[in-house]
């Protein structure tokens, strides 16, 4: 059974977030608190598989609240993920210097917390919580020039393929650095055999031109792009588009997460 520790100050982001980590897996066990001093407290005696935690809090911190648990009896290998409504890169810098394994920018998208969250958890129990999220090597096609690839373990590649969402990232210079095993089959293809192809390889002129301009604008801002629909042949899409970051908050990828077209729930109370 997972614990998950949810840290916000504000009642509704607690509620949502709650409910949200409820359906990360089955037998998931929750505690909320408003108070960085009671969350701590609490992490003295009880073990916890992930933590969630707002960045801005009266007193405290996300980053200090980190710096104080990674210190705690067996928290040094427990994923923690910080979400901050603010664009600020020393935020980002902050939370990762203290040990944030990952961080998430407001508003959110449900379906990327749920998503970020069980692969956290995932790769805890795999042996340790990583530095940054990050996708697995992939062996470029040697007829293509070879990009950049992002380094990870090897069991987020199974995890990310189990997903029915259709999941890429591509670098700065448009090319294709990972591909899910949802987007390689409705492209009929091989996962690594996409690796290095440009949008419009992959998608045709007219979709790969839009998206690669989504990319240019993720690249530009640092921001993910709100949610938005498209098609890809018979299937209507919801599509996002979110930065990946290196150690040092530098933007060097985008990560295209696209589901079947659904409702969305109201996101987040944001930070004041």
Partial sequence: MAMILILDDRATNRSIFARLASVIE??????????????????EG?????????????????????????????GAAVPVLVVTAHDDRS??????????????QS??????????????LALGRSGGALAEPVLPPLRPPAANPA??????????ARILDSLPAQVSAT????????ANAALAATLGARPDSLVGAAP??????????????????VLATGIPLPPYR??????????????????????????????????????????R
């Fill in 147 to 156: 990009p950049q690839p992002v380094h990870g373990a090897e069991g987020l």
């Fill in 171 to 178: 670098d700065r210079e448009g090319r294709c650095i990972y």
């Fill in 230 to 271: 498209g098609r890809a042949r018979a299937a209507k899409l919801l599509t996002t588009k979110a930065p990946l970051r290196d150690q040092t908050g530098e933007v060097t990828a985008v990560i295209t997460t696209s589901i079947p077209l659904g409702s969305i729930p109201l996101g987040p109370e944001p930070d």
């Fill in 26 to 43: 089955d037998d998931v066990s929750v505690e909320v608190f408003g108070d960085p001093l009671d969350a701590l407290e609490w992490l």
């Fill in 200 to 217: 419009a390889a992959l998608f045709g002129a007219s979709r790969g031109e839009r998206s690669r301009a989504a990319d240019l604008t």
């Fill in 107 to 120: 508003p959110i998208d449900h379906f990327e917390l749920v998503t970020r969250a069980r692969n956290l």
């Fill in 46 to 74: 009880n073990r916890v598989d992930l933590v969630i935690t707002d960045f801005k809090m009266p007193g405290m911190d996300g980053a200090e609240f980190t710096r104080r648990f990674r210190v705690l009896p067996g």
């Fill in 91 to 104: 935020f980002r810098v902050r939370a990762l210097d203290a040990g944030a394994t990952d961080f998430l």
